[in-house]
T-cell receptor, first 113, second 111 residues
Framework: NAGVTQTPKFRILKIGQSMTLQCTQD?????MYWYRQDPGMGLKLIYYSVGAGITDKGEVPNGYNVSRSTTEDFPLRLELAAPSQTSVYFCASSYLGQDQPQHFGDGTRLSIL | GENVEQHPSTLSVQEGDSAVIKCTYSDSASNYFPWYKQELGKRPQLIID?????GEKKDQRIAVTLNKTAKHFSLHITETQPEDSAVYFC??????????FGAGTTVTVRA
């Protein structure tokens, strides 16, 4: 049971490039989330999904896209990378229903230069 | 969405002393309040959580209290040890399953 797995761990992009951050979980969780964490700050919700085929925007969705074709996978797509997207990105998942703990992946450290 | 404020932003304590972190939230419908610990370069990890039908919860040296009327909750760490040094985040749930996080408290335990 690996939990939540994110790839890659580190990446450097040039301005204007695109990439996909991968996230997969093996806990059969319905809910999945993408957060970004800027230095010295808390986590901000980018997008979330309550199940396969269903996604919705969080607090800071601009510049990102997601898809949820399976229960296990929830990739985050960056189109036209900008320096403001330099951050650490965390994927998380939780069981169906409210007041369930969220389990986080190890994060992807992304730099846009 | 939910607005969560966390204080203090930094906290330095002598080993063996207690540490207290306080958070306030805005959405009176919030009913789940987890606390996460994040070591440098690592993932946030849940250390304790509390639901709105409980006023206090304790797990060994860690305790959390909740005052729903005042909309604030606190983390208490007793007998602090060097391994307690980390960033601690409070959070509150909104819209049933989304979490809003505080900005974090950097705790340093001095030997």
């Amino acid at each position: 049971n690996a939990g939540v797995t994110q790839t890659p761990k580190f990446r450097i992009l040039k301005i204007g490039q695109s990439m996909t951050l991968q996230c997969t979980q093996d806990m059969n969780h319905n809910y999945m989330y993408w957060y970004r964490q800027d230095p010295g700050m808390g986590l901000k919700l980018i997008y979330y999904s309550v199940g396969a085929g269903i996604t919705d925007k969080g607090e800071v969705p601009n510049g990102y896209n997601v898809s949820r074709s399976t229960t296990e996978d929830f990739p985050l797509r960056l189109e036209l990378a900008a320096p403001s997207q330099t951050s650490v990105y965390f994927c998380a998942s939780s069981y169906l229903g409210q007041d369930q703990p969220q389990h986080f992946g190890d994060g992807t450290r992304l730099s846009i230069l | 969405g939910e607005n969560v404020e966390q204080h203090p932003s930094t906290l330095s304590v002598q080993e063996g002393d207690s540490a207290v972190i306080k958070c306030t939230y805005s959405d009176s419908a919030s009913n789940y309040f987890p606390w996460y610990k994040q070591e440098l370069g690592k993932r946030p990890q849940l250390i304790i959580d509390i639901r709105s039908n409980v006023g206090e919860k304790k797990d060994q040296r860690i305790a959390v209290t909740l005052n729903k009327t005042a909309k604030h909750f606190s983390l208490h760490i007793t007998e602090t040890q060097p391994e307690d040094s980390a960033v601690y985040f409070c959070a509150a749930i909104y819209n049933d399953y989304k979490l809003s996080f505080g900005a974090g408290t950097t705790v340093t335990v001095r030997a």
